[in-house]
């Protein structure tokens, strides 16, 4: 599996949207909102699970992505709560900790109830990084794939 970070994600995005005729037509082929897509490729929006499915990328932290070539160990997404709380638990509390990283106590809260993915600055705190891995090597056959179900 190749490691990509976002900005790999948007030239890949960007190639299968001018593969697709435009925006458009990809957003029909994939039934994503084109507004949506819009909003990402122009840096508005931060690519989302329905994006890296229709390009076959699966979403995976990773603990100090610039020693990703050794061994660096993946993070399951359920373990990012569990690190923070953790963390949470070292500064003495909620408050504490985000008085020294800088965040804001609300979004905190809202990834900790599980009700919203953790964003770049919680992530960064804890020394974690959204990585994109190509999860299917053949993507040509996955773009025709995709066409043959479009015209369906």
């Known amino acids: 599996m190749k490691t990509l970070l976002v900005p790999d994600l948007l030239r890949l995005l960007r190639r299968d949207i001018n593969r697709a005729g435009g925006q458009s037509e990809w957003a029909r082929q994939t039934g994503?909102?084109?507004?949506?897509?819009?909003?990402?490729?122009?840096?508005?929006?931060?690519?989302?699970?329905?994006?890296?499915?229709?390009?076959?990328?699966?979403?995976?932290?990773?603990?100090?992505?610039?020693?990703?070539?050794?061994?660096?160990?993946s993070v399951d997404a359920e373990e990012v709560p569990l690190i923070l709380?953790?963390?949470?638990?070292?500064?003495?509390?909620?408050?504490?900790?985000?008085?020294?990283?800088?965040?804001?106590r609300s979004n905190l809260s809202q990834v900790l109830q599980k009700r919203r993915r953790p964003g770049k600055k919680i992530l960064a705190a804890l020394k974690l990084s959204n990585v994109l891995l190509d999860a299917d090597n053949n993507r040509a056959a996955r773009i025709s794939r995709r066409r043959i179900k479009s015209e369906a």
Request: proline share 5%; charged share 30%.
């Open 32 to 73: 994503i909102c084109r507004t949506y897509i819009n909003r990402v490729l122009n840096g508005r929006k931060p690519p989302g699970p329905s994006i890296c499915r229709a390009l076959g990328l699966k979403r995976a932290v990773f603990r100090d992505v610039a020693e990703m070539a050794d061994s660096t160990k």
């Open 85 to 104: 709380r953790e963390e949470i638990e070292k500064a003495g509390s909620i408050s504490a900790w985000c008085r020294q990283v800088g965040l804001d």
